[in-house]
Structures are given as C-alpha cells and as structure tokens.
C-alpha cells in the first residue's frame, strides 16, 4: 500500500560535516517528492522539491536525490549547523491526485 | 512568516467544550488543509478544501467540522472532543495548478496546540 517511511528516527552529525537522511517510498506512481523541516514549536517548512522526470536537484546547502528504481530519496544537507537541527520529513504525491502522505520524520541533532 | 497564520497557538479545553481553530492565508492560493500530528506519527491529513469546496474527509470523526467560508480563512470546529484529540492541528495552503493541488509544495502555519482535560 501506499506508506512513506524513514530509515532512521534519530541522526546525530557534527557541526561542519554533511548529514543524509533517506527515505523509501512505496507508490510507485508518484512523480513529486518534498523535503520538509519542523522546528521546534513550529509548522513544517518546505525545503526543497523534486519531480520524477529529475534525478537530482540542488538547492542553497541541500540536494534532493530520487532513485526510482528502488523507490528511495535523500536529503544531502552540506556543512551542517546548530540551526539545521529539526525534524525533517519526506512526502510523495502523484499529479492528478489530491492527497500528499508524509514520513514520520528523522530528527537530526548538530553537535558543535 | 510563512504566510499562513494559525489561531490560537495553544488551547486548553474540557471534553464538553465548544471551540474553533482558524486559519487565515495570505498566499492567493486556493487549496487548504487541516492535519493533525501526534507525537512520533506521520501527519495525519484530515480535511482539505479546493476553492472552497471540501475535497477531502479522511474519515474523521464528526466531533471535528470544518468550515472554509473563502479560500483564504479555514476554520475547524470541535465539539465534545476525546482526551486522544490532544495533538497539534496544523493548517496548510497549496496552488492548484489546474493538474491537482497535491503537486505543489504546502505551506503551513505554526499549528494550534490542542489539550483536552
């Protein structure tokens, strides 16, 4: 069925090094994919996007990667900081559909 | 500022109590959703509205009622609500581009925190 899940509930990096936070997706007729944030007290953020007829994308410090084939998507945040630290959520969507199904989250801690 | 603006940010209510959680947005857009997120759980969708038309009921108890009056304001009534409604019930907004409105990002407010006694 249709499920949105993270590999790991909790990732601790160090201040400066890179952190990936992957995500598989069962739907295999999904073609958009987000990256959310949720700090503390608020609502999630949006971070960045990635359709299906894209591979890769990049954004200011974070890269989205999809891999169709076995249905898995990253989050590549370069140079990770204190304000990095939040929840971080994946979901998928299809065009043409109206319900968006979302992750549990991964919570990234930054040591400094 | 997101642009969605949630109210109240906290509210405390008894079971037998009536209240309402609005939603304002301010991003011309004309899809709006009510979710709710409950510690360690995937956001759970609950409503959702296209150009003022409920689109969505995800099969929510009626002790939760919606009301979307414009696309911009979203309103959710609670009526006689359970202790396990204690969540934050957060509002998001999305640009239907003529293909679904599940294809562009959603934009959400800070939530309201909800505790029943």
């Known amino acids: 069925g249709e499920s949105v899940g993270l590999h790991l509930p909790t990732l601790s990096v160090q201040e400066g090094d890179n952190s990936i936070i992957n995500c598989a997706y069962s739907?295999?007729?999904?073609?958009?994919f987000i990256w959310y944030k949720q700090e503390s007290g608020k609502g999630p953020q949006f971070i960045i996007d990635i359709r299906s007829n894209m591979d890769k994308r990049q954004g200011q410090r974070v890269t989205v990667l999809l891999n169709k084939t076995v249905k898995h998507l990253s989050l590549q945040i370069a140079a990770t900081q204190p304000g990095d630290s939040a929840v971080y959520f994946c979901?998928?969507?299809?065009?043409?559909?109206?319900?968006?199904?979302f992750g549990a989250g991964t919570r990234l801690f930054v040591k400094a | 500022e997101t642009g969605v603006t949630q109210t109240p940010r906290h509210l405390v209510m008894g079971m037998t109590n009536k209240k309402s959680l609005k939603c304002e947005q301010h991003l011309g857009h004309n899809a709006m959703y009510w979710y709710k997120q409950s510690a360690k759980k995937p956001l759970e969708l609950m409503f959702v509205y296209n150009f003022k038309e409920q689109t969505e009921n995800n099969s929510v108890p009626s002790r939760f009622s919606p009301e979307c009056p414009n696309s911009s304001h979203l309103f959710l009534h609670l009526h006689t609500l359970q202790p396990e409604d204690s969540a934050l019930y957060l509002c998001?907004?999305?640009?239907?581009?003529?293909?679904?409105?599940?294809?562009?990002?959603?934009?959400f407010g800070d939530g309201t925190r909800l505790s029943i006694l």
């Open positions: 979901a998928e969507s299809y065009t043409g559909g109206f319900k968006t199904i």
């Open positions: 998001a907004s999305s640009q239907d581009t003529g293909q679904g409105y599940s294809n562009q990002p959603q934009h």
């Open positions: 739907n295999s007729a999904s073609d958009y």
